[in-house]
């Protein structure tokens, strides 16, 4: 059984920054990509970024510059560094890890976690 546990959502004023982390436990070979996504109400989900094993990070246009991504491979975390926070990022934030190579099968699945709400005010 795999799981991840987002912590580090809030309410937080229009500038100021947060850093989401995500905690991926069970019994996991490796983890491809981490990463995370957010919904925002009526909204689709969408992604925010993502980071691979080797470190190649990619990033959706509204938060470049803003929001930084990296993970602790060893640890098998996930982080969210945000920055200059406005309130149309206000959203659920879930964490996803894909490619996960499960033990001792070696299967692969993707998982996601139970999201963090985030709430930037005006």
């Known amino acids: 059984q795999v799981q991840l546990v987002e912590s580090g959502g809030g309410l937080v004023q229009a500038g100021g920054s947060l850093r989401l982390s995500c905690a991926a436990s069970g019994s996991i070979f490796s983890i491809n990509v981490m990463g995370w996504y957010r919904q925002a109400p009526g909204k689709q989900r969408e992604l925010v970024a993502d980071?691979?094993?080797?470190?190649?990070?990619r990033y959706s246009d509204s938060v470049k510059g803003r929001f930084t991504i990296s993970r602790d491979n060893a640890k098998k975390m996930v982080y969210l560094q945000m920055n200059s926070l406005k309130p149309e990022d206000t959203a659920v934030y879930y964490c996803?890890?894909?490619?996960?190579?499960?033990?001792?099968?070696?299967?692969?699945?993707?998982?996601w976690g139970q999201g963090t709400q985030v709430t930037v005010s005006s």
């Open positions: 996803n890890a894909a490619g996960v190579r499960l033990l001792p099968s070696l299967a692969v699945r993707d998982y």
């Open positions: 980071i691979t094993r080797g470190g190649s990070t």
